[in-house]
């Protein structure tokens, strides 16, 4: 079956640490993205890829790096540098067309202590 | 950058109401989404409008493109146990998903 996966599904880490969340889809889009989710807040934009080797910062890239090194796969580096890391984390992807909508993975949910 | 104002920010009801939740924009979109989110899970889309005054079922829900373009709403008919989640609005202003705002959700809860 076609779809996201995210991996871990919780991930815990202490504060200073780098960690990284992985992001694979086989629906064969070309944009990918990674969205950051807080309770009583909206999705907010990390970071985003259009296409293999290129990204994009989003609204709060501060504190995060990806890559795209490949069309299925947008990891994302949560560095010791983000201020407040512990979040759950969303991944999505979508054709680059017109009215092509975003298909979100389940998830990793992070805690840093 | 736009504002969503999504409204309620929570609902409790009872199995077999009827629900209705909206989301108004301080400017225009060109696409509205609605996606539910289950606990621990990520958002599955629901229903898509592009079109200003479009109405668009998916079972027992209706969604609808405001005229102004400003403003969505989403209808569930008959609740069911199922329907418990977070709902989203998402509006987009112009081409490309990196510009998708989202609204801050509506959660439904079902009193048995």
């Known amino acids: 079956d076609g779809g996201i996966t995210q991996s871990p599904k919780y991930l815990f880490r202490k504060e200073g640490q780098n960690v990284t969340l992985s992001c694979e889809q086989n629906?064969?889009?070309?944009?990918m993205y990674w969205y950051r989710q807080d309770p009583g807040q909206g999705l907010r934009l990390i970071y985003y890829?259009?296409?293999?080797?290129?990204?994009q910062k989003g609204d709060i890239a501060e504190g995060y790096s990806v890559s795209r090194e490949k069309k299925e796969s947008f990891p994302l580096t949560v560095t010791s540098a983000q201020k407040n890391p512990t979040a759950f984390y969303l991944c999505?992807?979508?054709?680059?067309?017109?009215?092509?909508?975003?298909?979100f993975g389940n998830g990793t949910r992070l805690t840093v202590t | 950058g736009q504002q969503l104002n999504q409204s309620p920010q929570s609902m409790f009801i009872q199995e077999g109401e009827d629900v209705s939740m909206n989301c108004t924009s301080s400017?225009?979109?060109?696409?509205w989404l609605w996606y539910k989110q289950d606990p621990g899970e990520g958002p599955v889309l629901l229903i898509a409008?592009?079109?200003?005054?479009e109405l668009t079922s998916n079972g027992r829900l209706t969604a609808q493109f405001g005229i102004t373009r400003k403003d969505s709403f989403l209808n569930i008919s008959a609740s069911i146990p199922s329907d418990v989640g977070i709902y989203f609005c998402?509006?987009?202003?112009?081409?490309?998903?990196?510009?998708?705002?989202f609204g801050t959700g509506t959660r439904l809860t079902i009193i048995p």
């Open positions: 890829s259009q296409i293999v080797n290129d990204f």
């Open positions: 400017s225009i979109f060109n696409t």
């Open positions: 629906l064969n889009h070309d944009a």
């Open positions: 998402a509006g987009l202003a112009n081409f490309g998903n990196e510009k998708l705002t």
């Open positions: 999505a992807s979508s054709l680059t067309g017109e009215n092509s909508p975003l298909h």
């Open positions: 409008l592009y079109k200003a005054g």
